[in-house]
């Protein structure tokens, strides 16, 4: 589990692929400072187990579904990465709730300048865009972010000077893809009032939510 704060931005050294998987090598500082072998680090939104590690870079091995599903196949040498450690319990929270757990790959539709924020437009299927409502959270490229717009096959996001600076959104541009993770809150809440999906007798519903102040 990840909180969508990016603690610092790695860089690709290796993408040595097998017969449909991947074994990327980082480099990278601060995430390594307490490593240790099967640690999850997230890489642009993906949660990857560190297979090895050195004093300045670290191995993860990426399975043909990972690879399949996200951005990280597409890697090179020398491209930048987004790079956070798993969340501890006494952590604080300054994102939201982020698996690690890609749902969906974005294109960039649009990129403007708008005073001191940087406004991106995401390209995104349907079945993301369902889980995504205004002021709700995304990530794009493991970043907890706050969306602004949803529109019917897009959503927009603003960035924050040290968000553009700290991390690789900053230097995306039109065109680029871009990994998708919606709120997992949202997908929870849908499968417990989904009929036929929640358990019989469970009191969550709709009456209940508005009984109880939450609608």
């Known amino acids: 589990m990840f909180t ?12 040595e692929p097998g017969s449909q998987s991947y074994r990327i090598g980082v480099e990278a500082v601060r995430v390594l400072s307490d490593v240790k072998l099967g640690d999850s680090i997230a890489v642009n939104g993906v949660c990857l187990t560190v297979v090895e590690f050195g004093s300045r870079s670290f191995a993860a091995d990426v399975m043909p579904e990972t690879a399949g599903k996200t951005t990280i196949g597409s890697l090179k040498p020398g491209d930048p990465v987004n790079l956070e ?15 690690g757990h890609v749902d969906a790959v974005g294109r960039i539709v649009q990129k403007e300048r708008l005073d001191i924020a940087v406004i991106l437009r995401v390209g995104a299927p349907a079945a993301l865009l369902k889980y995504a409502v205004p002021k709700g959270s995304i990530a794009i490229d493991g970043v907890s972010l706050t969306v602004v717009d949803v529109f019917e096959d897009s959503f927009t996001v603003s960035l924050i000077p ?3 600076h700290q991390t690789v959104l900053g230097s ?13 809150i949202g997908r929870y809440v849908e499968r417990l009032l989904t009929p036929g999906l929640a358990q019989e007798k469970s ?9 109880n102040g939450f609608l």
Do not use: C, M, W, Y
């Open 4 to 15: 969508g704060i990016v603690e610092e931005i790695g860089r690709v050294i290796k993408l």
């Open 85 to 99: 450690r798993a969340l501890r319990l006494s952590d604080r929270l300054g994102g939201h709730l982020v698996q």
């Open 162 to 164: 040290h968000t553009a």
């Open 172 to 184: 995306k541009h039109s065109g680029d893809s871009v990994n998708l993770e919606s709120d997992i």
């Open 203 to 211: 009191p969550l519903n709709l009456s209940f939510l508005a009984e």
